[in-house]
């Protein structure tokens, strides 16, 4: 390798040691990261903001900034607290139904929406009920935010690192959906399961305190129903054209960023306090992380590990997908799944391609996104969702230490992984031939 | 006119005093804001009456404002009972803002400008060795000012 290329290393490894270890903020290491990459001539200009290969993924940050755009507008609508509520009275106060009922909704809606602003949204609603009921909030909480990561694996927009996967491998938003949606739907019954089993000493039922759950008046939620129905029919026009989208030829990205665009004009909302609703430091993190990716496209780098990985793995496809999906989870659960799956995007394209393409091979795909996604749960650092559980339960008295989550999400990891190596196995190699 | 022209005794609470003490205490005597004291007696923080409210206000309905209509009326009318023997540092924002903090020879106007800029209905009054010893609200301040 050139000096340029063992300099792009040594600075993608710092940016990730310092985004793992947030000793500065995660924008501030990957765009200091980028910064470092264009003065030491790793990548320029050119090909950090228009090379398709190497630069900014502007599909990826335009998808990410729709979706923004529809949450900005739909948050303020009261649906999701009215859903939330609604669908909790229906559990007649009982903790463990509650339990169920919340992450439901959570998982639903983190496959439409994303997963850290379904958190922000049912987090503040399930104190509330678990106030009422007089229960400790923490098990609701961390059900929830694993739920999330859980249910956002189920679609294109549901989880940050399937947003890259697609746009990376040309996968539409009905490939995940066929693809991943009924492993999700299998995970969430046995995490059901799970929940009733780990949080078991949460479920104190009290008829008393169950009459408070049912005064809650959730219908006053919603005090614009104007912007409810705009916001509704919206959001039901963009998931039907996400998945009409390569009928209709048009990309995921320009779907979502239309959907926002007439959603915020219809809404008659101030643009101004919307847009200040947008996350855009995680769109800034986005295009720092695609700009030291790409530099190591440039230098080669990537290319080197590619070959060195389909040298390794030459003809055994099988075990390639069962690597992947476990050593994406571990390394998931050490570092944010987002820069990890940007990195290796790049080097599964090129596995994808050495063992015949994306028609057979593309189940290395999901094994990435099924191994980033569950592995997120793993710890209290591997999702951003976690992180905002983590810090709502804080601010509300409710510390949920890093200890607490982690040991009650490395037994969802373990066992969400431990039934995905056998789907993979048996849907894409059994069942396939 | 200075700080120690105009400065009285003021209460203090301090951060392990529960939030329902301090509430009590800025009801019952009608004062504009609570001084919190750290260990040594010096100030810690400063809270006008609307920051010892949001202490008190449940934080669901502050991070999401549409929570605190939905709960009936019964469970409204008693919200305070909720903060059982919640203390006033659990309840401190996290971010350190200026302290409307002043020394006995600061002049009316620089007190009507730091409780302006902090917007904080009244300054503590502090020695030179950080011993605190009263407070001026903003009341009194105006009273003065509009009387010269």
Known sequence: MTTVAWLAVAVIAAAYVLIATEWIHRVAAALGGAVLMLLIGATDAERAFFSEESGIDWNVIFLLLGMMLIVAVLQRTGAFEFVAIWATKRARGRPFRVMVILVLVTAVASALLDNVTTVLLIAPVTLLVCERLAVPAAPFLIAEALASNIGGTATLVGDPPNIIIASRSGLSYNDFLVHLAPLVVLLMVVFIGLCRWLFRRAFISDPQRAEAVMALRERDAIRDRRLLIISLVVLAAVTAAFVLHTVLDLEPSVVALVGGLVLLAASRLNAEQVAKDVEWPTLVFFAGLFIMVGSLVNTGVIDQLATAAVDATEGRLLLTSQVLLVASAVLSAIVDNIPYVATMSPIVADLVQANGGIGSAQVLWWSLALGADLGGNATAIGASANVEVLGIAARSGQRISFWQFTKYGLVVTVVTIAIAAPYIWLRYFVLAG | ?148
Do not use: K, W
């Open chain 2, 1 to 148: 006119m200075r700080a120690a022209d105009l400065v009285l005794p003021y209460p203090t609470v301090r951060s392990d005093t529960p939030v329902i003490e301090a509430a009590r205490l800025l009801a019952g005597q009608n004062l504009p804001g609570l001084i919190v004291v750290d260990d040594r007696g010096q100030p810690f923080t400063i809270l006008p009456g609307t920051e010892v409210l949001r202490l008190a206000v449940p934080g669901y309905c502050q991070d999401d404002p549409t929570l605190a209509r939905v709960v009936d009326e019964a469970a409204a009318d008693v919200f305070l009972r909720e903060l059982h023997e919640r203390t006033v540092a659990e309840s401190l924002p996290r971010e350190r803002r200026e302290l409307p903090v002043v020394e006995p020879d600061a002049t009316v106007l620089e007190m009507a400008a730091l409780m302006a800029r902090t917007r904080t209905p009244l300054v503590a009054v502090v020695e030179p060795d950080g011993a605190l010893r009263g407070a001026i609200t903003l009341d009194a301040l105006l009273d003065r000012v509009l009387a010269q």
